[in-house]
Every structure is written in C-alpha cells, then in structure tokens.
C-alpha cells in the first residue's frame, strides 16, 4: 500500500493556485510529489485535508507559511 497527502501551490499573497489531491495504491509505489521551482507549495499528510476547505496560506510570517482553513 502507497500514499501521498496533497501538494498545494499558492502565490506570494497565499491566494492558492492549484491543488493535488491525495493519492492511494494498492501494489503500485506512487512517487513523491514534483515541487514547482519557484513559487511556494505546502504539502499535507494523507488525509489531512479530509473534511476541510482550505481557504487560502498565511503568508504573513516568512518561511513559517500556515493554512488557513473555513471554519
């Protein structure tokens, strides 16, 4: 069994720009996510995300990015 929790890709003021969801397999090694050069990305746990809107990344605080989520 093989996961990987979701990639999201964001700008500068933490608007999000895309998400790669979550990945599962059973017999398949699935790899590691591709981070984008660049621009900034924040990767999650398997799971992490479930049941959450991910609203957009505070930015304030430099190289300590957090998620901000709807409540």
């Given at each position: ?5 979701a990639l ?5 003021d ?8 979550d990945?599962y397999?059973e ?5 590691p996510?591709?981070k984008?050069k ?8 398997y799971?992490?995300l ?5 609203i ?5 605080v ?10």
């Amino acid at each position: 069994m093989s996961k990987r929790g979701a990639l999201v890709v964001y700008d500068v003021d933490g608007t999000i720009l895309y998400v790669i969801n979550d990945c599962y397999s059973e017999g398949i090694d699935i790899e590691p996510h591709n981070k984008p050069k660049g621009i900034p990305s924040m990767e999650f746990e398997y799971g992490e995300l479930d049941g959450k809107e991910l609203i957009r990344i505070d930015v304030s605080v430099p190289d300590n990015h957090k998620p901000i989520f709807k409540i």
